[in-house]
């Protein structure tokens, strides 16, 4: 099985700067992507940001220019610097991958638990 951990999340006061990392772990063969979505409370879950193994980057509009995602292919992890930070940044930051645990198998997509970002004003 293979498991994504994140951490780096926190209070912040508008206008700083979080963080957040992602570890994939376990039974991984190979990762085509990795990325970052976020849940406001009351709201759907929508993409915050993504990157694929090679480096092409797909970011939200609302988060351009404020947040930089990355990878590193060699420790299968994930990273979201967020700067700027406003109070509707705020909510449940979940990573997730797009891998495959062995040769034979398909890709699949797998998500950490989340990590909560509050920003106060």
């Known amino acids: 099985q293979a498991q994504l951990v994140e951490s780096g999340g926190g209070l912040v006061q508008a206008g700083g700067s979080l963080r957040l990392s992602c570890a994939a772990s376990?039974?991984?063969?190979?990762?085509?992507?990795m990325g970052w979505y976020r849940q406001a409370p009351g709201k759907q879950r929508e993409l915050v940001a993504t990157v694929t193994s090679g480096g092409t980057t797909n970011y939200a509009g609302s988060v351009k220019g404020r947040f930089t995602i990355s990878i590193d292919n060699a420790k299968n992890m994930v990273y979201l610097q967020m700067n700027a930070l406003q109070p509707e940044d705020t909510g449940v930051y979940y990573c997730?991958?797009?891998?495959?645990?062995?040769?034979?198998?398909?890709?699949?997509?797998?998500w950490g638990q989340g990590t909560q970002v509050t920003v106060s004003s």
């Open positions: 997730s991958a797009t891998l495959r645990r062995a040769a034979y198998e398909s890709w699949g997509a797998y």
């Open positions: 376990g039974s991984i063969f190979s990762i085509n992507s």
